[in-house]
Structures are given as C-alpha cells and as structure tokens.
C-alpha cells in the first residue's frame, strides 16, 4: 500500500528497520541507550555514503578543469565565526514547555499547545539560542581558549581562497569544492538522519566577476538538479524551490533548494546561493588580509562573488535510500528490494554456490576472489538460494551470480538481476566483462 507521496505506508520506520537490519545505519552509542541525532554507518552504509561522497567529488572536481577539492580542519580560528555571522546569527528561536519542560523550535511547532504532553498556553517567550557546539583548545578552559566546531564546511574554503589561487593555475571564474563534518547543536533534530547534530556537508564555492553572478547561479543550479536526477533519483519526486525575499539568508542574494518528496513531505537537501562578496569582503576586514582578486591582463580588481552549491552528505544518503526502497509481491511472496543506481549499490555482485556439493562452492569460492579485485563482491555458501536471493535485494545488490549443476558441467553461471529477476546465463570466465557493461554501462554519466 503506498501514500499520498508514492511512498510506502511507513516508510521512515522501515527504512530505520532495514538500516539497523542489514547494517546500513545504527544510532550511536546504542549500547548505552543511544545518544541523540547521532548515527553510525554500518558496513553496507559507510560503502553507500562513499559511493555517494565519490559519485559527487567525481562529478564537481574531476570532470572539471575550474574546480579544485580542499579538505580544511574543523576547528578554525574563532575569528572566522564572528567575521562570517555565526556567532552574533546562527541562532534559533527556543522555546520550553513549563509543564514537561521539553524545548522546541518555536517556527517548528504551530499554535500554543505542547505538541509532547499536550498542554496549551505553557510556552515561555522564545529566546535565541546558538547552534555552534563550543569547545576549548589547549588545556586552560577560559574564554580566550574557546573554540567551534564548524557548522559549515563554507568557511573553510573562504579563508583558503588565496592559498588555492597562488598554489593553483586557477583564474577566476574557479571553484573550490570540499567534504567534510559539520557540527549544530539542533533544537529539534529527526527524522532518522534528516536532522542530525553532526553531518557531512559536500560543499562547493564557485568565484566569478561581479556582473556574471546571476548567470553562474542559474549554471550550477540546473547542474546540480541533473547530477541528483542521474542518481537515479526519480524526477517527480524532486523540485527546485526558491527563497522568497523574507526567507534569503543575510549573506544570500538569491537562493534556491533542491527539494525531495519524502515521506513527510517536501524537505530540502541542497541549496544553491549567490552568497554575494560578503563573506570574502567580511574576511578581508576581520583578518586585515586582501582577498581581492587581480585579473592578470587587465589589472582590475575585484573582491569576487560566490555562487554555493550546498548539499548535505547524510540528506543525500535519506533520499537515495528513501527513493531506492520498494516493496513489491513475487509469485505470492512479498520481497523489499532497494532498487538502488548500480553505481551507488554498496555490494555490486554477490556469488552462491546453489548448493554445498559438487564442487559448486569451490567454483563460487574462485569467481568471487576473481571479482573482488574489480567489484565489492559478497559471498555467501548457506542457507536457501531464495533467502540469499532476498537478503541481496534489501542490500540494494544489483546482481547475483550462482553457481549451478550446469555450471560444473560447461562453465556457465546465471546472473540473476535485482529489478527484473530474470536470469541470464553467461560464461564463467566472461563474468567480469559481462558485469563491467552491465554495471558501468548503467552507470553511464
Ligand atoms: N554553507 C551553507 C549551508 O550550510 P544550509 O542550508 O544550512 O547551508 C546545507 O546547509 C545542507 O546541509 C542542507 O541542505 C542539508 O542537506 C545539510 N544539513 C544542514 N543541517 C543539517 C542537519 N542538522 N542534519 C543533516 N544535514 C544538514
């Protein structure tokens, strides 16, 4: 039975079921009770995420001879944070209830009644609250030694500016693309890995000439919806959504999200934004240092504008998985597929033996050590060829090879296909080039 958004009935909670089931995330901690909006990639889940992390850096550094990758500290300087707005604005509005004492967001809950013990009229007035997790470094815990843990990964690529253009053959129009954690203290985080307190960011700061900026912002913003798309992602369930003027954040001039249908709605996972000069301008001010930018053959001189591609690790991770999980009956039985792009699947080949006789596991043994070279290979003697079949389909593997009878007499092998069940059968010894068209050929882009 699916809902209104095309989703399976439930879908959070089985997502967060199969996560834990099939070790693709598991909440920290979990052995004392868990520690909240916190989660921990399990083996199949930390393969996901690297293939996504992978799938991106390829797409905005590699493919491209303007755009440089950086990997900057999380602790900065705590100057950065005052010169970029954080510690005066990253704020969010914070109420409590009196009667349960529990603390919400106020533009998170509607209306004056408590929406955890249901009482009304016991809000207190809200105050701002900052989002940065504060800590101190060296061993004297004053004020003087208080440092943050980067709510965004952004700053970081602001103060290396200079750096990446005196050490690179870069000229502006350039970007600067990283990945990495960050860090807020959410009031109300949730949504399994929607809302987290610690998260990864895949960021890219894209420099051009004042006067051009509206037209980069249109660029990438079209850029960034077709990488999503070729994901695999389905298109209906995506939009862009623009910032109304009220909405825009004090650095942005314009800014769109790339929105996801998921099962509680319409959400963002990435946002585009033309953050102007302002944080390079800020930065020049706070540190003393010239961020202006010097075109070679003309000698004019600008500080540049920034166009931001923003787009969070672990919400990208929720939405390949969310719009992956299908469930769906075959021949009277009921099966849970993750109908995951070929190339973000953590496990891309799996090998059974049909049986544990006849020399079949030993064939397996050898066409799964073969592969592993090439393919993150599983490979799994026990247990019914139907349930081995089942477990490979909630971990999104897109194809299966069995060893069979036949296989022992000429040397063939079935590759069964995750989406389409049928089985073809193929030489044992062409198996890796029949994966590589199979595999490589879907992932195409
Ligand atoms: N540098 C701009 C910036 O940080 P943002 O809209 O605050 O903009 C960008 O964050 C992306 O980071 C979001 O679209 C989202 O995918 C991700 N993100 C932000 N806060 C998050 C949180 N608490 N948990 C998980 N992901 C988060």
Redesign the pocket.
């Known amino acids: 039975m699916s809902t209104d958004t095309g989703h399976p009935e439930n879908l959070m909670e089985k997502l967060v079921s199969l996560a834990k089931r099939r070790g693709f995330i598991f909440q920290s901690s979990e052995v004392y009770g868990g520690v909240g909006a916190v989660y921990d990639y399990g083996p199949l889940g930390v393969e996901l995420k690297n293939n996504v992390r992978e799938a991106w850096w390829t797409e905005m550094v590699h493919r491209r001879e303007d755009v440089e990758g950086l990997d900057a500290g999380i602790l900065m300087h705590p100057e950065v944070w005052v010169a970029s707005g954080h510690v005066e604005g990253f704020t969010d509005p914070l109420i409590e209830c009196r009667n349960c004492h529990r603390r919400f967001r106020a533009d998170h809950v509607e209306g004056d009644q408590c929406p955890t013990c249901g009482v009304s009229g016991q809000f207190t007035e809200p105050r701002n609250f900052n989002l940065m997790f504060k800590t101190f470094m060296g061993p004297v815990e004053d004020s003087t030694a208080a440092v943050y843990l980067r709510p965004?990964t952004?700053q970081g690529i602001y103060v290396n500016f200079r750096n990446v253009l005196d050490s690179s053959r870069q000229k502006v129009p350039f970007g600067i693309a990283q990945v990495g954690k960050a860090f807020?203290n959410?009031i109300t985080?949730g949504n399994f890995t929607?809302?987290?307190r610690e998260?990864e960011?895949m960021?890219m700061q894209f420099f051009v000439e004042p006067g051009t900026d509206e037209e980069w912002y249109h660029t990438w913003k079209e850029r960034r919806l077709e990488w999503v798309k070729s994901l695999g992602i389905r298109a209906d369930r995506l939009r862009l959504e623009p910032h109304g003027p009220d909405e825009l954040a004090h650095y942005a001039k314009d800014a769109v999200d790339i929105e996801y249908l998921f099962p509680m709605g319409w959400r963002?996972?990435?946002?585009i934004h033309n953050r102007t000069d302002f944080d390079l301008s800020r930065h020049q001010e706070h540190s003393g240092k010239k961020l202006e930018y010097v075109e070679s053959h003309s000698g004019k001189r600008f500080i540049p504008y920034v166009i931001?591609t923003?787009?969070?690790l672990?919400?990208t991770v929720l939405v390949v998985l969310a719009d992956a999980y299908d469930e769906e009956e075959v021949e009277g039985e009921s099966r849970t597929v993750l109908r995951l792009h070929p190339r973000l699947a953590p496990t891309k080949v799996a090998v059974f033996p049909l049986v544990k006789k006849e020399g079949m596991p030993e064939m397996a043994a050898r066409i799964a050590a073969d592969l592993r070279g090439r393919y993150t290979t599983f490979h799994d003697v026990s247990g019914s060829i139907g349930r081995r079949y089942r477990r490979q389909d909630e971990a999104g593997t897109p194809f299966c090879v069995t060893v069979d009878g036949q296989s022992i007499a000429d040397g063939t092998v079935t590759v069964r296909d995750r989406d389409t069940l049928e089985q073809v059968r193929v030489a044992a010894d062409g198996i890796s080039d029949h994966l590589r068209e199979r595999i490589e050929g879907e992932a195409g882009s």
Do not use: L, N
Not at 268 to 271: C, H, N
């Open positions: 965004e952004a807020r959410e985080p929607f809302r987290t998260f960011q960021e963002e996972f990435e946002g931001e923003s787009a969070g672990d919400r």
